[in-house]
C-alpha cells in the first residue's frame, strides 16, 4: 500500500518550532509498520528531528543556525527578496527538506526524546507545504 497526501503547516515566525502533532493530525491512518516520507515543498525552511522535551533545544538550534549562516554577507548576489533569503537557502540546504520515518505499530517510531521540527528560516515563510508519502 502506498498512499499520499498534502497539507499546509500554519504560518509560524523564524525559528524551529515543534510540529509533530501537528502533522501526525494530518495523516491517514498509518500501517502496522512502513515508513512515513515528509517532504517539504519550500527552499526557505527545513525539516529535522530533534529534542522534543526542553524548548532551550529549539531557540538554542535557531541560534546556532543564525551563526553558521549569517545575513548581509558581502558575497551574496540572490538579494532581491530580502536579507534573511540567501541565508534561508543555504540553512535549507543543510538541515534538508525530507524526513523518512518509520512505522512500527500504527505510529511513527520516534525516540522517546525525538520530535519533528520545522526550521522557519524566514522572518515572515507563510504556511509550509508538506506532502506525505505513506509506505506499508
Not at 17 to 28: G, K, M
Not at 62 to 84: K, Q
Not at 107 to 127: K, V
Amino acid at each position: 500500500m502506498v498512499s499520499q497526501t498534502e497539507f499546509s503547516l500554519r504560518p509560524r515566525p523564524r525559528g524551529c518550532h515543534l510540529v509533530t502533532d501537528e502533522i501526525l493530525a494530518q495523516l491517514p491512518p498509518l500501517p502496522r509498520a512502513g515508513l512515513l516520507h515528509l517532504f517539504l515543498q519550500h527552499t526557505s525552511a527545513a525539516l529535522t528531528i530533534n529534542e522534543n522535551a526542553d524548548p532551550d533545544v529549539r531557540s538554542d538550534m535557531a541560534s546556532v543556525f543564525d551563526r553558521l549562516i549569517r545575513e548581509r554577507e558581502p558575497y551574496y548576489a540572490h538579494t532581491l527578496e530580502g536579507d534573511d533569503d540567501m541565508p534561508a537557502h543555504a540553512k535549507s540546504t543543510l538541515a534538508g527538506v525530507s524526513l523518512t520515518i518509520p512505522i512500527t505499530a500504527g505510529r511513527p517510531n520516534l525516540g522517546l526524546w525525538q520530535g519533528i521540527y520545522l526550521c522557519e528560516f524566514r522572518n515572515h515563510g507563510g504556511a509550509r507545504r508538506i506532502v506525505a508519502t505513506v509506505v506499508g
